[in-house]
C-alpha cells in the first residue's frame, strides 16, 4: 500500500508554473521536448497552486518577492515539495550581499532538494527531479519518519514574512541556515 | 554638435550670470559635464530642449551619485623667507570635500543627432536638505529613473508627479545605494 502511494506521487509530480530568474528558462527548456520532463511524469505546469505539488524555486528571490512565494507555498496542497533551483535559490548566489536579495529560500521554505549551478543545466534539474523521486520512494507512511502532511505535529502553513522598515520581519524556519 | 564652452556660453546668453560650471573628467572617457544650480535649473532644461540649436529632446539617461565628505590631502608650494633666503616648500595640507548627493542626466538630441550632454545637480548636502528639481516635466522619460533615485539615494525631487518608491517596499526607510548604507542582514548570515 505505501509502495504504491508513494509510487503513484513520485511519477506525477506537477510543478508550479512560475518563474523568477534566468533559472527558470533553463526550468522551461527542461520541460520542453530536448529534455523532456515528461519522462518524469512532471511535465504538467499548473497556473494554480491549488493543483502544483512540487514548487521549484528557480532563481533570485528578492525580499520584496519572498512574502509572495512563500504565501503560494502555503496555497499549494499537502503533499507538497520545494525544490532550490540554482545557487541563489540555495544562499542568494552572487547577490548575497545585496541590499534587496533573500539569504537562500530555505530560510521561509522546507527546501527537498538542492540544485547547485549557476545556472544549473537542465540535466541537472532532471537530476534533482529523480533524487526527489527517490525521496518520496523511501518516504514511511507511519513512525516519526513519515512526511508533513501525516504528521498532526507538524506545521501546515509556513510564516509568511512581513516588510519592516529595514529588511523582512517575522518568523524564520531555519534561524542558523 | 557644439563642445560644452559653446553650450555654456549659449546658456549664459540667455540666462546672464547663470551659476554654471563645466566638471572635467580625469578618466580615459574624458567626458566634461555640466553643473547647474538647483534653482535656475528646469527653466536651463527647458532651454535646454527648445533651443533651435541644441534641442536636446531625449534623456536617455538619470542616475544618483553619493558624495560623501572625505578628507584631501594636497602638497601646496609655498614660499617662504627665511634668514633672508626665499626657499620654496611643500607642504601637506588636508582639506575636506562637501558632502553632497548628486542627479546626473544624459541628454540627446533625436532631431539634430547629437548628445551627449551630461548635466549634474548637486543637493547642500546628504541628511536634510536633499530637494532638487525634478526634471520630469521637461523630459517624461526621467519619471521612473527619478522615483529609482528617489528610492536608492534618497534625493527628494520636488514637482515629480509621483515620487514613489520603486524598487524596495514602501514601508522601506533605508537608502541601498548611499556609501554609508549597511544592509540590515549582512552581520547576521556569515560564511
Known amino acids: 500500500m505505501e509502495e504504491l502511494y508513494n509510487w503513484g506521487r513520485k511519477n506525477s509530480l506537477w510543478p508550479l508554473q512560475f518563474g523568477l530568474a534566468c533559472c527558470a528558462i533553463e526550468m522551461i527548456a527542461a520541460s520542453m521536448a530536448r529534455f523532456d520532463m515528461a519522462r518524469f511524469g512532471a511535465e504538467v505546469f499548473r497556473p494554480s497552486p491549488r493543483q502544483a505539488d512540487l514548487m521549484i524555486v528557480s532563481g533570485t528571490i528578492t525580499k520584496k518577492m519572498a512574502p509572495q512565494v512563500v504565501r503560494l507555498f502555503n496555497q499549494m496542497p499537502e503533499p507538497k515539495y520545494v525544490i532550490a533551483m540554482g545557487s541563489c535559490a540555495i544562499s542568494g548566489g552572487p547577490f548575497r550581499d545585496g541590499y534587496n536579495v533573500l539569504q537562500g529560500i530555505d530560510l521561509y521554505l522546507p527546501v527537498d532538494i538542492y540544485i547547485p549551478g549557476c545556472p544549473p543545466r537542465p540535466e541537472a534539474l532532471l537530476e534533482g527531479l529523480m533524487h526527489l523521486q527517490q525521496k518520496i520512494a523511501r518516504q514511511r507512511l507511519t513512525g516519526p519518519e513519515r512526511p508533513r502532511h501525516l504528521d498532526e505535529k507538524a506545521p501546515g502553513e509556513f510564516p509568511v514574512p512581513d516588510f519592516g522598515p529595514h529588511d523582512l520581519v517575522g518568523p524564520r524556519l531555519n534561524k542558523d541556515a | 554638435m557644439q563642445t560644452l564652452e559653446q553650450i555654456k556660453d549659449r546658456i549664459l546668453a540667455a540666462f546672464p550670470g547663470a551659476p ?40 536617455s539617461n538619470a542616475t544618483g551619485v553619493d558624495w560623501p565628505e572625505k578628507t584631501v590631502r594636497e602638497k601646496v608650494k609655498t614660499k617662504r623667507i627665511v634668514d633672508g633666503v626665499e626657499n620654496e616648500t611643500e607642504e601637506l595640507v588636508e582639506r575636506k570635500t562637501p558632502a553632497f548627493l548628486e542627479a546626473v542626466y544624459h541628454l540627446y538630441s533625436m532631431a539634430l543627432g547629437h548628445g551627449p550632454l551630461v548635466i549634474r545637480l548637486r543637493t547642500a548636502n546628504r541628511t536634510d536638505n536633499v530637494a532638487l528639481p525634478s526634471l520630469t516635466p521637461i523630459w517624461r522619460s526621467c519619471e521612473f529613473q527619478e522615483r529609482e533615485i528617489f528610492d536608492l539615494f534618497g534625493i527628494v525631487f520636488q514637482g515629480h508627479p509621483d515620487l514613489r518608491r520603486i524598487l524596495m517596499w514602501d514601508n522601506f526607510i533605508d537608502h541601498p545605494m548611499r556609501k554609508d548604507y549597511v544592509p540590515a542582514d549582512a552581520a547576521e548570515v556569515q560564511l
Open chain 2, 20 to 59: 554654471l560650471e563645466i566638471i572635467p573628467n580625469g578618466s580615459p572617457a574624458s567626458q566634461p559635464s555640466l553643473l547647474l544650480a538647483p534653482g535656475q535649473a528646469r527653466e536651463i532644461a527647458k532651454f535646454l530642449r527648445d533651443d533651435q540649436e541644441l534641442r536636446f529632446d531625449y534623456a
